[in-house]
């Protein structure tokens, strides 16, 4: 999963952020993942998921894509 601003938008009075679900490629993750889907949302509610999600054990690491 990749969170990452919309740096475009067309509404400058709200901020976007996109997040990216993929698939692993690869026995050992060795290729980038395949992106599977995006959704735009806004950065509150982005902000929240991912407070979620760390409280679930999720861990960030580096940039794999």
Known sequence: ???YKDKDHS???IDY???EEGII???HGENPPLMKTRK???I???RLLWQKLLN???Q???KKW
């Open 1 to 3: 999963m990749r969170f």
């Open 17 to 19: 952020m996109f997040i």
């Open 44 to 46: 509150e509610e982005a």
């Open 40 to 42: 735009k949302i806004i």
């Open 56 to 58: 679930e054990g999720w």
């Open 11 to 13: 509404d400058k009075s």
């Open 60 to 62: 960030k690491t580096n």
């Open 25 to 27: 490629m690869g026995i």
